[in-house]
C-alpha cells in the first residue's frame, strides 16, 4: 500500500484504509504487522499525480490471498494499480503447482509458513495445490516482460535464491531489489555459502548489494567477510548500477557514512539486550513453538526496536 501511495503520489492512498479493509491481519499472528496504519509515506501535492502506476502483490496462501484480493476491491486500490495475484513463485522452468497450507490450516497473515508444511502424507492432508511460476513466467504472463520494473521486493521463507535465479531477465531492467536472508529453506540446503552465490549472481546481473539497516547500509558486493555465510536475519537491498546510477549513488554513500560511524547496539545496552533477547525467545517455547517460529513471533520485533533506539541514540550524539 505505501508502494502504490508513492508510486502514484496519492493521498487518497492509505494504510488506515487498508488496515481496516483487513481485520483478520492480527499483530499477533504477522511479523511484519500488515495491518498497522503507522508509518506512512509523505505524499507531496506539487508533484501531481501518477495514473500509470501497476503494483503487483504475489501470495501463495490461499487463506491470505482472499484477504488481499477482497480488501483491494474494497478500498478501491485495485483501481488505482494494485493488483492480488495467487502464485507461489519458484525456478521452475514451466509453469505449474505445488501444495500451500490451506485456510483451514492456517489463518490469514501468518507470515512463516509455506511449501515446507506440505512434504509428508500426513501434512498434504492440510495443504491445496496453487499455481507456481518463475517471474520471467510471471512478467510475460501480467503483459509487463519489457517494461522496466522499479522494485522488486521479495520474502518467501527461505525460498529467496530460488526466486531471484528465475527472475534472472527481469533483474537486469529492476531498478530496486530487496530480499531476505536467514537460516530457512534453500539458504540452509543450497550449496554453501548461499548467499555469497547470490550476491555474486545479482552482481552478474548489475546490482549492487547491501545488508540493510535503520538508516544504515553495509555492502557486501566486493565486500565479502566469510562470517556473512553464518545463519542469522537480515533484509538485503540491491540496486541496479545501470538502471539507476542516482540511487546507487546514493546507497554507497550511505555504506560510506555507516562504516563511518559504527553502531553496535550490543555494546550501548550490554546487558539489557542479550537478556532480553533470551527472555522473548524462553516465551516463544514456553508456549509450545519451535525455535525458528518463536524468533520470528517474538524475538526479531525486539531487536528490530531495539536497533532503533540504538540509531536514535546515536543520531542525537551527532546532532550535538
Same mark, same amino acid.
Given at each position: 500500500?505505501?508502494?502504490?501511495?508513492?508510486?502514484?503520489?496519492?493521498?487518497?492512498?492509505?494504510?488506515?484504509?487498508?488496515?481496516?479493509?483487513?481485520?483478520?491481519?492480527?499483530?499477533?499472528?504477522?511479523?511484519?504487522?500488515?495491518?498497522?496504519?503507522?508509518?506512512?509515506?509523505?505524499?507531496?501535492?506539487?508533484?501531481?499525480?501518477?495514473?500509470?502506476?501497476?503494483?503487483?502483490?504475489?501470495?501463495?496462501?490461499?487463506?491470505?490471498?482472499?484477504?488481499?484480493?477482497?480488501?483491494?476491491?474494497?478500498?478501491?486500490?485495485?483501481?488505482?494499480?494494485?493488483?492480488?495475484?495467487?502464485?507461489?513463485?519458484?525456478?521452475?522452468?514451466? @509453469?505449474?503447482?505445488?501444495?500451500?497450507?490451506?485456510?483451514?490450516?492456517?489463518?490469514?497473515? @501468518?507470515?512463516?509458513?509455506?511449501?515446507?508444511?506440505?512434504?509428508?502424507?500426513?501434512?498434504?492432508?492440510?495443504?491445496?495445490?496453487?499455481?507456481?511460476?518463475?517471474?520471467?513466467?510471471?512478467?510475460?504472463?501480467?503483459?509487463?516482460?519489457?517494461?522496466?520494473?522499479?522494485?522488486?521486493?521479495?520474502?518467501?521463507?527461505?525460498?529467496?535464491?530460488?526466486?531471484?535465479?528465475?527472475?534472472?531477465?527481469?533483474?537486469?531492467?529492476?531498478?530496486?531489489?530487496?530480499?531476505?536472508?536467514?537460516?530457512?529453506?534453500?539458504?540452509?540446503?543450497?550449496?554453501?555459502?548461499? @548467499?555469497?552465490?547470490?550476491?555474486?549472481?545479482?552482481?552478474?546481473?548489475?546490482?549492487?548489494?547491501?545488508?540493510?539497516? $535503520?538508516?544504515?547500509?553495509?555492502?557486501?558486493?566486493?565486500? $565479502?567477510?566469510?562470517?556473512?555465510?553464518? $545463519?542469522?536475519?537480515?533484509?538485503?537491498?540491491?540496486?541496479?548500477?545501470?538502471?539507476?546510477?542516482?540511487?546507487?549513488?546514493?546507497?554507497?554513500?550511505?555504506?560510506?557514512?555507516?562504516?563511518?560511524?559504527?553502531?553496535?547496539?550490543?555494546?550501548?545496552?550490554?546487558?539489557?539486550?542479550?537478556?532480553?533477547?533470551?527472555?522473548?525467545?524462553?516465551?516463544?517455547?514456553?508456549?509450545?513453538?519451535?525455535?525458528?517460529?518463536?524468533?520470528?513471533?517474538?524475538?526479531?520485533?525486539?531487536?528490530?526496536?531495539?536497533?532503533?533506539?540504538?540509531?536514535?541514540?546515536?543520531?542525537?550524539?551527532?546532532?550535538?
Amino acid at each position: 500500500v505505501n508502494l502504490l501511495r508513492m508510486g502514484r503520489n496519492d493521498p487518497s492512498i492509505g494504510r488506515h484504509a487498508w488496515a481496516a479493509a483487513t481485520p483478520e491481519f492480527k499483530s499477533a499472528t504477522s511479523v511484519c504487522q500488515q495491518n498497522n496504519a503507522d508509518g506512512q509515506f509523505n505524499v507531496h501535492g506539487s508533484m501531481g499525480m501518477r495514473e500509470d502506476v501497476r503494483i503487483f502483490c504475489v501470495e501463495p496462501m490461499p487463506s491470505t490471498v482472499a484477504v488481499l484480493a477482497r480488501a483491494a476491491s474494497e478500498t478501491g486500490f485495485q483501481t488505482a494499480g494494485l493488483t492480488v495475484r495467487q502464485y507461489a513463485i519458484n525456478n521452475d522452468e514451466a @509453469v505449474g503447482s505445488t501444495l500451500f497450507p490451506k485456510p483451514a490450516a492456517q489463518s490469514a497473515g @501468518v507470515e512463516n509458513v509455506g511449501i515446507d508444511q506440505c512434504t509428508s502424507k500426513k501434512m498434504r492432508q492440510n495443504c491445496e495445490p496453487v499455481k507456481t511460476a518463475r517471474v520471467d513466467h510471471f512478467v510475460d504472463l501480467e503483459g509487463i516482460a519489457d517494461t522496466k520494473i522499479n522494485m522488486l521486493t521479495i520474502d518467501v521463507e527461505g525460498w529467496d535464491y530460488e526466486v531471484l535465479q528465475g527472475a534472472s531477465s527481469t533483474l537486469e531492467r529492476t531498478e530496486y531489489v530487496e530480499f531476505e536472508f536467514n537460516w530457512r529453506g534453500k539458504w540452509k540446503d543450497a550449496p554453501q555459502p548461499a @548467499v555469497k552465490n547470490a550476491i555474486n549472481f545479482l552482481d552478474e546481473k548489475g546490482l549492487t548489494c547491501y545488508w540493510a539497516g $535503520w538508516n544504515m547500509l553495509w555492502r557486501i558486493t566486493d565486500c $565479502w567477510m566469510d562470517h556473512y555465510a553464518g $545463519w542469522f536475519w537480515s533484509n538485503v537491498a540491491c540496486v541496479n548500477r545501470r538502471e539507476n546510477p542516482v540511487l546507487a549513488r546514493i546507497m554507497e554513500d550511505k555504506f560510506l557514512a555507516t562504516i563511518g560511524r559504527p553502531v553496535n547496539f550490543f555494546k550501548e545496552y550490554p546487558i539489557g539486550a542479550k537478556r532480553s533477547y533470551k527472555q522473548y525467545l524462553e516465551e516463544g517455547l514456553r508456549q509450545g513453538m519451535d525455535s525458528s517460529t518463536a524468533n520470528d513471533t517474538f524475538v526479531l520485533p525486539y531487536l528490530r526496536k531495539v536497533v532503533l533506539e540504538a540509531n536514535e541514540k546515536e543520531n542525537m550524539k551527532d546532532s550535538k
